[in-house]
């Protein structure tokens, strides 16, 4: 496909429970980003990778989350014992190797994660 | 702190209608904005605006940017059903290359 993927769709967690998030972004992209987007906000940046290096994981909520993209392309985000609070779609979205890389950021589908 | 606020949060018109979706900021080092439509779950570019005064346009949808006032604004004249969607504004700092923030979408409902 030539759009950024993510999987699964949707996921329901007991709490406690670790899951793990996939993102595909598209071919050639050194950019990805995650976000966490709450029901009715806008997305919050959870951290940014230039290739397989993770520039940033400044919005990463607690320690508990995670992410990583050892060969520079797909990509993953963690959650350990997940919390209800943690309820929410996880978007991810890549660009191309530019210096402004924000210019224009393509996004994927999104997870749904629901915490009981 | 920089923020982003969009308004109305949600409206409601019928098809053939003209909308204007609001947008301001309070950002320190400005350098850009940028307007996403979201259906379902993924936001799909729509403008990226740097510079006061000037008007994107792309078929019925155009934005313009007031640098001095700290807002821009998003048009959509003759309204279809497929226009219903949130549509989000984010800023970028000129001293991040990557880092964007976001309001919180105005929820455009189009009603046949």
């Known amino acids: 496909g030539a759009g950024v993927s993510q999987s699964p769709r949707y996921k329901v967690a007991k709490r406690g429970q670790d899951v793990a998030l996939r993102c595909d972004p598209i071919?050639?992209?050194?950019?990805l980003f995650w976000y966490q987007q709450a029901l009715g906000q806008g997305p919050e940046f959870l951290t940014y990778?230039?290739?397989?290096?993770?520039?940033?994981k400044s919005g990463l909520p607690s320690d508990r989350f995670f992410a990583e993209r050892p060969e520079g392309s797909v990509s993953t985000l963690k959650i350990q014992r997940t919390q209800q609070e943690d309820s929410a779609v996880y978007l991810c979205a890549s660009s191309w190797p530019d210096d402004r890389v924000i210019y224009e950021q393509f996004f994927g589908p999104g997870t749904r994660l629901t915490v009981l | 702190e920089d923020k982003v606020v969009q308004s109305p949060l949600s409206l409601v018109v019928h098809e053939g209608d003209t909308v204007t979706l609001n947008c301001s900021y309070e950002v320190t080092n400005f350098r850009s904005l940028l307007w996403y439509k979201q259906e379902k779950k993924a936001p799909t570019f729509l403008f990226m605006l740097t510079s006061s005064g000037i008007e994107k346009k792309s078929g019925r949808l155009s934005s313009i940017l007031d640098k001095k006032e700290l807002f821009s604004i998003l048009n959509i004249t003759a309204t279809q059903t497929g226009d219903s969607a949130v549509y989000l504004c984010?800023?970028?700092?000129?001293?991040?290359?990557?880092?964007?923030?976001w309001g919180a979408g105005t929820k455009l409902i189009i009603k046949p």
């Open positions: 984010a800023v970028e700092r000129a001293d991040s290359n990557y880092q964007l923030i």
């Open positions: 071919s050639g992209h050194v950019s």
């Open positions: 990778f230039q290739n397989e290096a993770q520039l940033d």
